[in-house]
């Protein structure tokens, strides 16, 4: 025969135990909530692309009109050196990397399947 006493304490703990558990895991979540973590995430989520903005900038001169010409001076190299920025710098966002490992594993796969 089991005592209800004891069945009732023995639920008493687990309850107690789970609520220790989740009260560790909001304390850890808390410690994540940092401005260096969130400054970071939020580079992953939209990086930064000055070539882009550059090559607008020039863009953008190159269309005023002034007499002197000086903006269209300007405007051209600064799109050429936007465009040059573009390919050396790594714009790249945790969306560009997910799409890149979803099409590699899925040339991995056809490869497979072309050898089996």
């Known amino acids: 025969m089991v005592d209800p006493l004891k069945a009732r304490l023995e639920k008493l703990r687990k ?6 558990r989740r009260a560790n895991l909001y304390v850890d ?21 000055p070539g882009k903005k550059l090559q607008k900038i020039g863009f953008l001169m190159l269309w005023v009109p ?12 600064m799109i050429v050196a936007g465009r040059y920025l573009d390919k050396k710098y790594n714009s790249a966002t945790i969306h560009d990397i997910g799409y890149e490992t979803k099409n590699t594993l899925s040339s991995i796969n056809d490869f497979k399947r072309s050898v089996m």
């Not at 909530?33 to 992953?44: E, H, Y």
């Not at 002034?66 to 190299?77: N, Q, S, W």
């Open 66 to 77: 002034e007499p002197t010409g000086v903006t269209c001076a300007i405007g051209g190299p």
């Open 15 to 20: 309850i107690s135990e789970s609520a220790k």
């Open 29 to 49: 979540v808390a410690k994540l909530d940092s401005a260096n973590t969130a400054s970071s995430l939020g580079a992953l989520q939209k990086a930064p692309a």
